[in-house]
């Protein structure tokens, strides 16, 4: 009897294509990333680092709303979320538009637009696959 729910957990995650479970997994740490920003941010607002109090902590919510809202696709993206669906896309074209602005202008820095790019364009080419299409089609 213990062994059934373990069964079917196995049976759930074997029904997904292992390139969905990697744009899950890309899309967590991206958001894992946000929060750190947040933590960051949240840190050098109390050290007093910030040159306008307002701005800074405006700035901090903002990037707290964006790790709330990435972590809550990244949540229905395993769950197979018909609502997950389009959000995924948004949030990994605002991803790449910073990353290729990253290349760019006075403090372009090519590595960071690498690391907004490829995992982005992965995760927005896993959901346009035939498979993924289909799982969230008839979710």
Do not use: C, H
């Given at each position: 009897?213990?062994?059934?729910?373990?069964?079917?957990?196995?049976?759930?995650?074997?029904?997904?294509?292992?390139?969905?479970?990697?744009?899950?997994?890309?899309?967590?740490?991206q958001a894992?990333?946000?929060?750190?920003?947040?933590?960051?941010?949240?840190?050098?607002?109390?050290?007093?680092?910030?040159?306008?109090?307002?701005s800074a902590?405006?700035?901090?919510?903002?990037?707290?709303?964006?790790?709330?809202?990435?972590s809550n696709?990244?949540?229905?993206?395993?769950?197979?979320?018909?609502?997950?669906?389009?959000?995924?896309?948004?949030?990994?074209?605002?991803?790449?538009?910073?990353?290729?602005?990253?290349?760019?202008?006075?403090?372009?820095?090519?590595?960071?637009?690498?690391?907004?790019?490829?995992?982005?364009?992965?995760?927005?080419?896993?959901?346009?696959?035939?498979?993924?299409?289909?799982?969230?089609?008839?979710?």
């Amino acid at each position: 009897m213990l062994s059934q729910p373990t069964q079917e957990i196995n049976t759930q995650l074997s029904k997904r294509p292992k390139i969905l479970l990697l744009a899950v997994l890309i899309t967590a740490l991206q958001a894992l990333a946000l929060w750190a920003v947040a933590v960051w941010s949240l840190i050098s607002i109390f050290q007093g680092d910030s040159l306008s109090l307002v701005s800074a902590s405006f700035l901090t919510g903002m990037v707290i709303a964006g790790a709330l809202f990435l972590s809550n696709v990244a949540l229905g993206m395993f769950r197979l979320k018909r609502w997950a669906y389009t959000p995924s896309f948004v949030m990994q074209l605002l991803i790449v538009s910073i990353g290729v602005a990253s290349f760019g202008g006075d403090y372009g820095v090519v590595v960071i637009g690498l690391v907004l790019l490829v995992p982005s364009s992965f995760v927005f080419i896993a959901m346009f696959s035939k498979s993924v299409r289909l799982l969230f089609r008839y979710s």
